[in-house]
């Protein structure tokens, strides 16, 4: 079985975000860049597949300017056998494009699994999976918790819902979108790295993919959330309910 | 204009994100209908026509739709939108509408819109994004607008009226071959975390899940529903769905007491819509102090029982 996992390179999830001054959006200069953490569960889950004998090769594919070659090695150093870059100048691009260009990729390759995060920390849209599912016209997983193959090769997932665990069982090809309880993924050892330097990478250029990009939302302007009203320390319980039950009137 | 509502429901009931939903649909136009999707669902449509702005409820009850497996409701939703024209679709920013309406939103090529916390006029709307640590006023250039909308941000809608119901058939669209294996449920007498009143959680603080015990008796007194830090859920104190935060349940309550929680980023946003926060933590350069209402410096061990008691 062949699986593709796609990774986004995102703002680093422990830097504190700075909104820029012009409200275009978020300061992303000199500011660190790591794997969408949900995309690491989603190569680690690959890798795990790959080392329990049901896949048998993981591309790993990204979606970005030449930095993004970066995320995609990091996926490599952690198991991944190859790489795609769809090469574009960095732009925003909608999660429908991003899925259509992602269809085109999965189109030439027909991986049995295609694998990626519930959603990116940047723009938290959690659309992706569920866009590529439709557009390949395949079975969807979504916020999956547990992935088991089963011997007829269909696969249950158990998917966090907000009313506790629900599984389903789809068949292949599939997409499968990944939940934080999936996996802790792993490090990558300075031995793998330095091996994943030498896995291929291929990069394809956006444009040459005839796909029709275009831009569907447009992003008026970035505002910092608002602030709470600052607090009051008390000094002991009868004081915190004492607040509690007469300032704010919700005991 | 005229909107669409996608309603969240177990058939038995409505979830109140479905009512909040309406509301946010009121705030854009006054035609709004709303479309049910399920098997054997009388007592939710009897739930859902007490619904206040609705002009009409569609509803589509036939075997083989009774759980919310995605291709069939989109397949159903796809073909009942063939004869009948909407400029809006929304549904509830819940698992069970993040899961589904991006399919809609394809099938229809709309670049969706997701979990809109405020409505600026009938194409624009607020979004948060970086985890909420950002709120990004967006435009929809498309012709139909596929919404996902944060329940938390909107009131429930009022239950007093009597909306007409219009059963439709859809015989003859296909039902997916994704089998629904089951749903182990998250049983609890307490209220559900995203629609309490009250809520009050254990971070790292508690130590170990035993403690959460501590917790249960002031619940219990302020009918308030039980949660915990990501660090908690981590550490295996308690279950995966008490989790609060970005990544977790987005909550809302009037009241949120944290207790023995640090206040990491992606725990604040979940929380920072409560309406009054109070936090008990022994550190007192605890960064959950900044975003609380009410601050308590004490050693949670010696101060939970004694506000049990005072209670």
Redesign the interface.
Request: hydrophobic share 40%; proline share 3%; net charge negative.
């Given at each position: 079985m062949k699986a593709l996992v796609c990774v986004k390179r995102v703002?680093d999830y422990n830097v504190?975000?700075r909104?820029k001054m012009d409200k275009s959006g978020?300061e992303t200069d000199n500011v660190k860049m790591s794997m969408n953490p949900f995309d690491e569960i989603a190569v680690e889950e690959a890798v795990k597949m790959k080392e329990s004998g049901i896949i048998n090769e993981i591309i790993i594919l990204s979606i970005g300017a030449d930095t993004s070659q970066e995320t995609i090695r990091t996926g490599l150093a952690m198991g991944g056998d190859r790489g795609i870059l769809i090469k574009t100048d960095g732009q925003d691009l909608?999660?429908?494009n991003i899925?259509k260009i992602i269809k085109v990729v999965s189109e030439k390759e027909n991986p049995d699994l295609i694998i990626l995060g519930k959603q990116a920390?940047?723009?938290?849209?959690?659309?992706t999976g569920?866009?590529l599912?439709?557009?390949l016209n395949c079975?969807?997983a979504?916020?999956a918790?547990k992935v088991e193959v089963n011997s007829d090769k269909s696969i249950?997932v158990t998917?966090?819902?907000?009313?506790?665990?629900?599984?389903?069982?789809?068949?292949l090809p599939c997409v499968i979108t990944t939940d934080?309880?999936l996996n802790e993924p792993r490090y990558a050892s300075l031995p793998n790295i330095m091996k994943a330097k030498q896995k291929k990478i291929e990069t394809l250029d956006v444009n040459d993919l005839s796909i029709k990009l275009d831009?569907?939302?447009?992003?008026?302007?970035?505002?910092?959330?608002p602030s709470?009203?600052?607090?009051?320390?008390?000094?002991?319980?009868?004081s915190?309910?004492e607040?509690?039950r007469n300032e704010?009137k919700?005991? | 204009m005229k909107t669409l509502i996608i309603v969240e429901h177990?058939n038995d009931s409505v979830k109140p994100s479905t009512y909040s939903t309406i509301t946010a649909a009121s705030k854009i136009s006054d035609k709004i209908d709303a479309l049910m999707i399920g098997y054997n669902n009388d007592s939710a449509i009897d739930e859902l026509k007490k619904s206040d702005h609705l002009n009409k409820i569609f509803n589509i009850n036939k075997k083989g739709l009774e759980n919310p497996?995605?291709?069939n409701f989109?397949n159903h939703i796809l073909d009942f939108l063939k004869n009948n024209d909407y400029s809006h679709i929304l549904s509830p920013s819940?698992?069970?509408g993040?899961?589904?309406?991006?399919?809609i939103?394809?099938?229809l090529?709309?670049?969706?819109?997701?979990?809109i916390i405020s409505i600026i006029d009938s194409d624009?709307f607020e979004?948060?994004?970086?985890?909420?640590?950002?709120?990004?006023?967006?435009?929809?250039?498309?012709k139909i607008k596929v919404l996902t909308v944060r329940p938390t941000c909107f009131e429930p809608c009022g239950l007093s009226s009597n909306v007409e119901v219009e059963t439709v058939m859809f015989d003859n669209t296909e039902v997916?071959?994704?089998?629904?294996?089951?749903?182990?449920?998250?049983k609890s007498d307490r209220p559900e975390l995203?629609s309490a009143?009250?809520i009050i959680s254990g971070g790292r603080g508690m130590q170990n899940g035993d403690n959460f015990k501590l917790l249960e008796g002031i619940a219990d007194k302020?009918g308030a529903a039980m949660g915990a830090s990501r660090a908690a859920v981590d550490a295996g104190f308690v279950p995966?769905?008490w989790q609060v935060g970005q990544?977790g349940?987005i909550v809302a309550p009037?009241?949120y007491v944290a207790v023995g929680i640090s206040g990491a980023?992606q725990h604040i946003a979940g929380i920072?819509d409560s309406?009054?926060?109070?936090s008990i933590n022994k550190d007192e350069e605890a960064p959950i102090?900044?975003?609380?209402?009410?601050?308590?410096?004490?050693d949670l061990f010696e101060?939970l029982p004694?506000?049990e008691k005072?209670?």
């Open positions: 703002i504190k975000i909104v978020v909608d999660p429908l899925g920390i940047d723009d938290d849209c959690n659309q569920q866009i599912a439709t557009l079975h969807q979504t916020f918790s249950n998917r966090e819902v907000d009313g506790g665990l629900e599984t389903i069982k789809v068949s934080l309880r831009k569907r939302v447009q992003t008026i302007e970035v505002n910092d959330p709470r009203k600052p607090g009051v320390m008390v000094n002991d319980v009868d915190l309910i607040k509690l704010a919700v005991i | 177990n497996i995605a291709e989109s819940s698992t069970f993040k899961n589904l309406s991006p399919k939103a394809t099938e090529d709309v670049q969706q819109i997701s979990d624009t979004r948060p994004i970086y985890a909420g640590n950002a709120i990004a006023k967006v435009k929809s250039l498309d997916s071959s994704v089998s629904y294996v089951g749903l182990d449920e998250s995203t009143k009250v302020l995966n769905d990544t349940k009037d009241l980023t920072k309406k009054f926060i109070a102090f900044n975003f609380s209402d009410y601050g308590l410096v004490a101060i004694e506000l005072k209670l």
